[in-house]
Every structure is written in C-alpha cells, then in structure tokens.
C-alpha cells in the first residue's frame, strides 16, 4: 500500500467543462508531481510541487494548472477540456530530491466526450 | 530532454532470469536512474534505483554501464507477478521522464 490516494477515481466530462482532481501525499512526503498517461504511452510530466510552490513544469499548456495545500495534498485543475485531455491522471509523491523513491496512486481516469 | 529507449516487449520463461535493457546515451552526470513497473489498472511501482554502482535489493538488481549510458534491470527469477510494463527513467531536476517502457510477458 502506497498511502497515495487519488479521487475520483474514474470522471467524464464534455469539451470545455474544467475539471479538479485531488490527491494526498504519502505521510512525511513534501513533494507532488502530476503525471498525464495516454492510453498505451509512458506517464508524462504535467508539473510538480514542493512546500505549496510549482518547481518544475514539463510541456503542457497554461490551462492545466495546480495547487499544493499545507498538508503536501495537491490538486489539478484543467480548464477548457480538449478531447485529448481523456487520459490517465496519475499523482506521485517523494521526499524531496532526484535520488529519491516515488510513491503513485492508482490514477484517475478521465474521459472526455 | 533526458530519454531513455526500451524494447517494446519481452518474453520469459517462469523461474527464470529476465534482462531489461535500457539506453539513455543523453543522461547528464547527476541524473539518477531509476526503474519502475506498471500493472494494467494500477500506478507505476518503484522497483530500484541507481547512480554509478551496481544495485541490489529484494526485487532486483541493476547494472549500470560504466558510461553510465546503458543500463540493465534484472529479475533473478521471474514469476507470473512479475508480468507488467517496466520503465526505465531518468531522474533529472524536478522530474522522471518516462520512456514508453517494456512490456513483460512471463509464460508458465
């Protein structure tokens, strides 16, 4: 058991809808990174957090934005849903440092239609 | 962008040893090279991770070339458990950059 918990866990949407996704970090972990997995591909980086601050950003658009709250959870947020946003949502979390272990919840897949 | 390449997908036999490959000929020096495993439904799981030396743990071990621009995941004795797409990434910065992994078939 990860200790990451992602909600919901399944979600459909129609085009132009915004959408919010949470998760709650591993206890102890002050970082979040958010993953976006298209069906048969590799997670790719959407951005990640550290003490409630945006750190790193891989290549997506400004509408998909975040928050990291006190207790290290964290959210995303995707305004003006694009067919192609239908995907896995997956959140990570770690200590902080590229040498550390990263803990992923189980995802939340979107669907929009 | 740091990238790693993989085979698309693998075969074992039960019980025995399984060699993931993986180049990463871009990797900078600080990078960290970690694996992890995906089942279908699941999120990724952390497997092992490594700088320069060898790595051993309970699930695997990792070779690492010493240009550090390969590097191979073995499971000592593959079990059913272990079918899954395995990834292989690099930890640069603020981020792991996934390649578009292994899938792992492990015939009884």
């Known amino acids: 058991e990860t200790g990451v918990t992602q909600s919901p866990t399944h979600l459909i949407k129609t085009r132009g809808q915004q959408v919010t996704l949470r998760c709650s970090s591993q206890s102890g972990h002050n970082t979040v990174s958010w993953y976006q997995q298209a069906l048969g591909q590799g997670p790719q980086f959407i951005f990640q957090y550290y003490r409630e601050e945006e750190n790193g950003r891989g290549n997506f658009p400004p509408r998909f934005s975040g928050l990291q709250f006190p207790n290290y959870s964290s959210e995303l947020n995707v305004n003006a849903l694009e067919l192609d946003d239908s995907a896995l949502y997956l959140c990570?979390?770690?200590?902080?440092?590229?040498?550390?272990?990263?803990?992923f919840g189980q995802g939340t897949r979107l669907t929009v239609v | 962008d740091a990238k790693t390449t993989q085979p698309n997908s693998m075969e074992s036999n039960e019980e025995e040893p399984v060699h993931l490959p993986c180049n990463h000929s871009?990797?900078?020096?600080?990078?960290?090279i970690h694996w992890y495993r995906q089942l279908p439904s699941q999120g990724p799981e952390y497997v092992i991770h490594?700088?320069?030396s060898n790595v051993n743990n309970r699930m695997a071990s990792l070779a690492i070339a010493e240009d550090r621009k390969s590097s191979t995941l073995i499971l000592h004795r593959a079990t059913l458990r272990d079918a899954a797409v395995y990834y292989c990434?690099?930890?640069?910065?603020?981020?792991?950059?996934f390649g578009t992994g292994t899938s792992l078939t492990v015939i009884p």
């Open positions: 490594g700088l320069t």
């Open positions: 990570a979390s770690r200590r902080t440092g590229r040498a550390t272990e990263a803990f």
């Open positions: 990434i690099l930890s640069t910065g603020n981020q792991f950059y």
């Open positions: 871009t990797i900078s020096g600080t990078d960290y």
